[in-house]
Protein backbone atom coordinates (compact mmCIF):
# COMPACT_ATOMS: atom_id res chain seq x y z
CA UNK A 1 0.00 0.00 0.00
CA UNK A 2 1.23 3.46 -1.10
CA UNK A 3 2.84 5.46 1.82
CA UNK A 4 0.65 8.65 0.88
CA UNK A 5 -2.19 9.86 -1.88
CA UNK A 6 -3.12 13.11 -3.07
CA UNK A 7 -6.26 15.11 -2.26
CA UNK A 8 -6.67 18.49 -4.14
CA UNK A 9 -9.64 20.42 -3.72
CA UNK A 10 -10.72 24.05 -4.82
CA UNK A 11 -11.06 25.91 -1.80
CA UNK A 12 -10.90 30.27 -2.81
CA UNK A 13 -8.30 31.52 -1.90
CA UNK A 14 -9.18 34.04 1.43
CA UNK A 15 -10.37 30.72 3.43
CA UNK A 16 -7.48 28.82 2.55
CA UNK A 17 -4.91 31.92 3.67
CA UNK A 18 -7.23 32.27 6.82
CA UNK A 19 -7.86 28.54 7.81
CA UNK A 20 -3.81 27.99 7.34
CA UNK A 21 -2.75 30.79 9.55
CA UNK A 22 -5.27 29.19 12.58
CA UNK A 23 -3.63 25.80 11.42
CA UNK A 24 -0.22 26.82 11.90
CA UNK A 25 -0.39 29.19 15.35
CA UNK A 26 -1.67 25.03 16.17
CA UNK A 27 1.53 23.98 15.05
CA UNK A 28 -0.39 21.76 11.90
CA UNK A 29 0.27 22.18 8.74
CA UNK A 30 -2.75 21.97 6.13
CA UNK A 31 -1.79 18.26 5.01
CA UNK A 32 -1.25 17.33 8.69
CA UNK A 33 -5.19 18.88 9.28
CA UNK A 34 -6.73 17.05 6.39
CA UNK A 35 -5.53 13.74 8.10
CA UNK A 36 -6.93 14.57 10.60
CA UNK A 37 -10.12 15.64 9.61
CA UNK A 38 -10.47 12.40 7.08
CA UNK A 39 -9.35 10.07 10.54
CA UNK A 40 -12.35 11.60 12.72
CA UNK A 41 -14.69 10.59 9.39
CA UNK A 42 -13.51 7.24 9.36
CA UNK A 43 -13.90 7.29 13.66
CA UNK A 44 -17.31 8.81 13.29
CA UNK A 45 -18.45 7.31 10.56
CA UNK A 46 -19.78 10.47 8.69
CA UNK A 47 -19.33 14.04 9.14
CA UNK A 48 -17.40 14.59 13.00
CA UNK A 49 -19.28 17.73 13.34
CA UNK A 50 -22.76 18.59 13.31
CA UNK A 51 -24.26 20.36 10.25
CA UNK A 52 -27.09 22.36 10.90
CA UNK A 53 -29.41 24.21 8.38
CA UNK A 54 -31.53 27.22 9.44
CA UNK A 55 -35.18 26.79 9.54
CA UNK A 56 -37.03 29.60 7.69
CA UNK A 57 -38.13 31.92 9.98
CA UNK A 58 -34.98 32.22 11.53
CA UNK A 59 -33.36 32.76 7.47
CA UNK A 60 -35.83 35.80 7.31
CA UNK A 61 -34.65 37.56 10.74
CA UNK A 62 -31.06 37.05 9.79
CA UNK A 63 -31.57 38.37 6.54
CA UNK A 64 -33.26 41.33 7.44
CA UNK A 65 -30.96 41.71 10.33
CA UNK A 66 -28.17 42.34 8.36
CA UNK A 67 -30.52 44.96 6.61
CA UNK A 68 -31.77 46.89 9.71
CA UNK A 69 -35.33 45.89 9.14
CA UNK A 70 -36.80 44.27 12.09
CA UNK A 71 -33.81 45.54 14.88
CA UNK A 72 -34.20 46.56 18.02
CA UNK A 73 -31.22 48.59 19.93
CA UNK A 74 -30.64 49.31 23.70
CA UNK A 75 -29.12 51.80 25.38
CA UNK A 76 -27.44 49.33 27.51
CA UNK A 77 -27.51 45.69 28.89
CA UNK A 78 -29.67 46.54 31.26
CA UNK A 79 -32.77 48.05 29.20
CA UNK A 80 -32.24 45.52 26.78
CA UNK A 81 -32.95 42.95 30.05
CA UNK A 82 -35.73 45.16 31.46
CA UNK A 83 -37.17 44.75 27.76
CA UNK A 84 -36.95 41.09 27.93
CA UNK A 85 -38.29 40.66 31.61
CA UNK A 86 -35.29 39.36 33.14
Known amino acids: MAKSATARARVEPEVKREAEKILSDC ?42 IEVQQFESADALFEDLGI
Do not use: D
Not at 42 to 66: A, D, H, W, Y
Open 27 to 68: GLSASQAINLFYRQVILERGMPFQIKSFNEETRRVLKNSEKG
